[in-house]
């Protein structure tokens, strides 16, 4: 995209370059306004990339959950990211309920387990034993489901600092990615971009009624469809159907001495803050 605006790591780095429309609060810079070219251009981004994300769900060209959460969550930081004030802040809180609304669609419509770009043996299929390959796949699917979960919490702690009126800078990795970020190798956590920060400002605008109500409905919604999803890998209350028997799926293992942290009180609890926080402000 011409202009240099917005950078494909989520970040808005070129307009914090720009003197007049950022400014320091704790120490850290953040977008205090946007020309209206500059508008103009995150729009025409941020619509680009939700067009391309639905025209992909809709032609089941999503192909696997690291793919998806790779291009989920610089659009999450990049959003976040506009300024919090007048008149810019009621255009964060719509296009961050427009990719919330369809964020628990995405992520039920794939398998924890499955896409070219998740199994990466060595060996080979071939040459892989039954065994060996089924601990690989469990292993594999934790580190999509801790993906998954992560992501949804920052989704929430997004939520939060837009309810609480607050500015948002992103993790210190949104300004290190690239354009070749969507590789799909064996490192692709590392193309999740987690880990923002809300930041404390005055005189941000507020999320009025109408929002409100409206977020509320979406995060009912979201929950219903991430736990349908969730059943056939964890242990929910009813989820035990007659001739069906769900995978669990443990959280175990990925490092020395790390626990399970049941994952499935995560899923049953989706946006709990985010829900209280907009319960308070009725």
Request: no cysteine; net charge negative.
């Given at each position: 995209m011409?202009?240099?605006?917005?950078?494909?790591?989520?970040?808005?780095?070129?307009?914090?370059?720009?003197?007049?429309?950022a400014?320091?609060?704790?120490?850290?810079?953040i977008?205090?306004?946007?020309?209206?070219?500059?508008?103009?251009?995150l729009?025409?981004?941020?619509?680009?990339?939700?067009?391309?994300?639905?025209?992909?769900?809709?032609t089941?060209k999503?192909?696997?959950?690291?793919?998806l959460?790779?291009r989920?969550?610089?659009?999450?930081?990049?959003?976040?990211?506009?300024?919090?004030?007048?008149?810019f802040d009621?255009?964060?809180?719509s296009?961050?309920l427009?990719?919330?609304?369809?964020?628990?669609?995405?992520?039920?419509?794939?398998?924890?387990?499955?896409?070219?770009?998740?199994?990466s043996?060595?060996?080979?299929?071939?040459?892989a034993?039954?065994?060996?390959?089924?601990?690989?796949?469990?292993m594999q699917?934790g580190?999509?489901?801790?993906?998954v979960?992560?992501f949804?919490?920052?989704i929430?702690?997004?939520?939060?600092?837009?309810l609480?009126?607050?500015?948002?800078?992103?993790?210190?990795?949104a300004?290190?990615?690239?354009?070749e970020?969507?590789?799909?190798?064996?490192?692709?956590?590392?193309?999740v971009?987690?880990?923002?920060?809300?930041?404390?400002?005055?005189?941000a605008?507020?999320?009025?009624?109408t929002?409100?109500?409206?977020?509320?409905?979406?995060?009912?919604t979201?929950?219903?469809?991430m736990l349908?999803?969730a059943?056939?890998?964890?242990?929910?209350?009813?989820?035990?159907?007659?001739?069906?028997?769900?995978?669990?799926?443990?959280?175990?293992?990925?490092?020395?001495g790390e626990?399970?942290?049941?994952?499935?009180?995560?899923i049953?609890?989706?946006w709990?803050?985010?829900?209280e926080?907009?319960?308070?402000?009725?």
């Amino acid at each position: 995209m011409s202009g240099g605006f917005v950078a494909p790591s989520g970040s808005l780095d070129q307009v914090k370059r720009d003197g007049d429309s950022a400014t320091e609060s704790g120490g850290v810079q953040i977008l205090t306004r946007l020309t209206p070219k500059q508008e103009a251009r995150l729009r025409t981004h941020l619509d680009d990339r939700l067009a391309s994300l639905e025209r992909d769900e809709r032609t089941f060209k999503l192909k696997s959950l690291p793919s998806l959460l790779s291009r989920l969550s610089p659009l999450l930081q990049l959003i976040l990211q506009i300024p919090p004030f007048h008149p810019f802040d009621h255009l964060r809180t719509s296009y961050l309920l427009t990719l919330t609304a369809v964020i628990p669609s995405y992520i039920s419509a794939l398998p924890l387990i499955g896409g070219s770009d998740l199994l990466s043996d060595d060996k080979g299929d071939e040459e892989a034993q039954e065994g060996e390959q089924e601990e690989l796949e469990q292993m594999q699917a934790g580190r999509v489901l801790r993906a998954v979960l992560a992501f949804l919490k920052e989704i929430d702690r997004g939520w939060l600092a837009v309810l609480n009126g607050e500015a948002w800078s992103p993790p210190p990795s949104a300004f290190a990615r690239s354009d070749e970020a969507d590789s799909g190798e064996q490192d692709w956590e590392k193309n999740v971009l987690l880990g923002g920060t809300p930041v404390k400002v005055s005189y941000a605008g507020q999320v009025d009624q109408t929002e409100r109500t409206r977020l509320r409905s979406i995060i009912l919604t979201g929950r219903s469809k991430m736990l349908a999803w969730a059943r056939g890998y964890g242990s929910f209350p009813g989820s035990s159907l007659p001739g069906s028997a769900a995978t669990p799926i443990s959280l175990e293992g990925s490092d020395a001495g790390e626990e399970d942290e049941e994952w499935e009180t995560d899923i049953l609890n989706m946006w709990n803050g985010t829900l209280e926080a907009v319960a308070q402000g009725e």
